[in-house]
């Protein structure tokens, strides 16, 4: 029996490869959206719900919750911690001081580093608060203490996207944290939004000052499939694609890709479409995988519960159907700039981002709301965010227009 | 002197006699030419607007091309519906054309003969943005004899292709999204020049509007007066030249009150030249 890959592997960045789409729907899937931008110039959008999704409806939000929870990062977090010890953690004399490890929106890099310090045992430190971030100053910030404090231990800084904002007063704090990382005495393991890294990789040399960042690796529709019937209650739900109902998980639930002869399990369409929709990334294929679930009509007065009825069968839509899908074609030049500023920060707070952004507050208020009722974005723990539904649309929207994405 | 039977004769046997021309058809044709050349004027832009804006360079240049095929195309099918095209026919229309031409439309023939130039050349494109003499916008038709150039204060103002055998045609982008922008500081001479420097490329570096692969350039010249900023920066799309100098300028001005940097009062300085 082959080996199979880990699920949770962590690669350096420069070696994270995109799943590819299957062939067919690579095709297709670009004619299908010439075709749409064409139509849309000379027609204008229809609605073109495909007959076999009219008589299915969106499962309630409770049931979804009971099929699957949120994903669990500890896995992820165990895996690093290895990774640590067994290289980085062990060469104390190493000159790389810094290692850094980035990720695109869902995956939750910040969450992950906390386990890990947890973990090891390593000091955590927290962010600056944002009227620090914006305030210039020469002199040596708070915030930057632990830059002398630690000595020889390795201090953890999960999330150094929150050390900087886009403001002409936002990069001067991360610029004195980078230059006294580079030169201090402590070694530092650092977690970063992939959007921000790229950022201060264009205007600070982030990446040529602090060396190469790790990257947990693409989740193709291999790894993707494994996840899923791990997190998934199969034994419960039956879970079916196209007119024709066919399984998406079509062999037995156990762990791993292969069965017992050897042989790969087959991996379903919707599975491969997701993955490389997704660009790998699988907190963005699981939440599009939950969004297209649907019911036969008739049925969601007896989902109002947890899952228990072994025969429940859920169909697994199309993501190229969601309504954030459509809707994406439609962005103007504001709605772009305010997206961009929420991914390249992570969110953020609703009251600062008439700071960040050249329009009035009017202009920003009557999108945000416009896009929150269109499910684009979200208010999460008080911070605006694009959603995980809407991000491949929203990054493939902004990529064509030119302006800056992550690598991933 | 000219006998005037045989001249007749001459023009007769240009012309295709009234019964022989077929006129519903030559009206047909000239009315579905001019249709399909509106057709393609609505619809070439209406397609640059909904691609996505990476593509507006490669499409919005093929409409003066469509146009001039079109007009080529109609002129071939309905010019033998009124004229014999034979070889001596096409000299001696050629012939007169050219007296006419070079007497009655001089300027018109200049023109026309540099919009075609101007489409082989491509001094100018649909989408550029250029200074003809004091005109200063952007492309957005280019017509048989005129180039249609929007100005910033919303005037559509037609130059003659003409222009640009004796004058120099200034392109800022070249077929191209993006276009350097420029917003001056003028500072008294009483300021760290260092820090403004650095200061200033910042607020260049955070404005949303830049192209942040092109790097942002500050440039300081000494004057009788003071010191002269230049910060030079280029926005993601050319169409927001004028939001991104306002955003680098406000916030320029901004910084610079924060670091209590006196700045030049025009009024009270003679001579200030960009």
Same mark, same amino acid.
């Given at each position: 029996m082959r080996a199979e890959t880990n699920l949770w592997d962590f690669v350096p960045a420069p070696d994270f490869q995109l799943p590819a789409p299957p062939a067919a729907e690579a095709a297709r899937g670009g004619m299908r959206r010439l075709w749409e931008q064409l139509a849309g110039v000379f027609i204008g959008h229809a609605s073109d719900e495909p007959d076999s999704q009219r008589r299915k409806v969106q499962a309630p939000a409770e049931f979804l919750k009971s099929v699957a929870g949120n994903p669990d990062w500890t896995d992820a977090a165990a895996n690093l911690t290895a990774h640590l010890r067994d290289g980085w953690l062990d060469q104390?004399?190493?000159?790389?001081k810094v290692l850094s490890v980035i990720g695109p929106p869902g995956c939750e890099i910040g969450r992950v580093l906390e386990i890990v310090a947890d973990n090891l045992q390593l000091k955590l430190i927290t962010e600056p608060s944002p009227d620090e971030l914006l305030t210039h100053s020469t002199a040596s910030s708070p915030a930057l203490s632990f830059c002398e404090d630690a000595g020889e231990q390795v201090v953890v800084v999960? $999330?150094?996207? $929150?050390?900087?904002? $886009?403001?002409?007063?936002?990069l001067s704090l991360i610029r004195q944290l980078v230059e006294r990382i580079q030169n201090g005495p402590i070694r530092v393991l650092l977690g970063c939004d992939s959007w921000a890294w790229q950022y201060l990789q264009h205007s600070i040399g982030i990446e040529d000052i602090l060396s190469s960042p790790l990257a947990l690796a693409a989740f193709d529709a291999s790894r993707l499939d494994r996840w899923l019937r791990s997190v998934l209650d199969l034994s419960e739900i039956q879970f079916r694609e196209g007119p024709d109902g066919k399984a998406v998980f079509p062999t037995s639930p156990a762990a791993g890709s292969q069965e017992a002869d050897g042989t790969q399990r087959q991996t379903s369409s919707v599975v491969k479409v997701l993955a490389a929709l997704a660009r790998g990334n699988p907190a963005v294929a699981f939440a599009m995988f939950l969004a297209g679930l649907r019911l036969d009509s008739g049925e969601p007065d007896t989902m109002k519960g947890p899952a228990t009825d072994s025969s429940t069968e859920l169909w697994v839509t199309s993501p190229f159907e969601h309504e954030v899908a459509k809707i994406a074609g439609g962005f103007d030049r504001i709605d772009r700039f305010l997206l961009h500023s929420l991914l390249l920060h992570r969110g953020v707070p609703p009251a600062l981002l008439a700071g960040l952004l050249p329009f009035s507050r009017t202009a920003i208020q009557s999108r945000i709301h416009r896009l929150i009722n269109s499910g684009t974005i979200e208010l999460i723990e008080g911070r605006l965010s694009v959603t995980l539904i809407a991000y491949p649309f929203v990054r493939k929207d902004l990529q064509s227009d030119g302006f800056l994405t992550d690598r991933f | 002197m000219a006998d005037p039977t045989v001249t007749q004769q001459q023009v007769s046997q240009i012309l295709r006699d009234w019964s022989e021309i077929r006129l519903l058809e030559a009206s047909v044709v000239i009315v579905a030419g001019v249709a399909l050349t509106a057709a393609i004027k609505w619809s070439v832009p209406q397609l640059a607007r909904r691609l996505p804006d990476r593509f507006r360079f490669w499409v919005l240049p093929w409409e003066p091309i469509l146009r001039v095929i079109l007009l080529l195309v109609l002129l071939a099918y309905v010019v033998p519906l009124f004229i014999y095209p034979t070889p001596e026919n096409l000299l001696a229309i050629s012939g007169a054309l050219a007296v006419a031409l070079g007497f009655a439309f001089k300027d018109y023939a200049s023109s026309l003969i540099a919009g075609v130039v101007a489409l082989y050349e491509r001094p100018y494109r649909v989408g550029d943005w250029v200074t003809i003499d004091d005109t200063y916008g952007e492309v957005q038709s280019l017509g048989l004899r005129t180039v249609q150039i929007l100005t910033p204060d919303d005037s559509l103002i037609a130059v003659p292709h003409g222009k640009m055998w004796s004058t120099a045609i200034s392109n800022s982008n070249g077929g191209q999204r993006e276009l350097m922008c420029v917003a001056d500081f003028y500072l008294s001479p009483e300021h760290d020049g260092e820090t403004i420097r650095d200061r200033l490329f910042d607020v260049a570096l955070t404005s949303p509007y830049l192209r942040i692969d092109r790097r942002p350039i500050v440039v300081a010249v000494n004057r009788p007066w003071g010191t002269h900023f230049r910060l030079k920066a280029y926005p993601i799309d050319g169409r927001d030249q004028f939001a991104f100098v306002t955003d680098l300028t406000l916030r320029g001005q901004a910084m610079l009150r924060r670091l209590n940097v006196k700045t030049v009062v025009v009024p009270s300085v003679a001579g200030i030249t960009a």
């Open positions: 104390s004399d190493s000159t790389q999960p $999330r150094l996207e $929150r050390w900087f904002f $886009r403001h002409a007063e936002g | -």
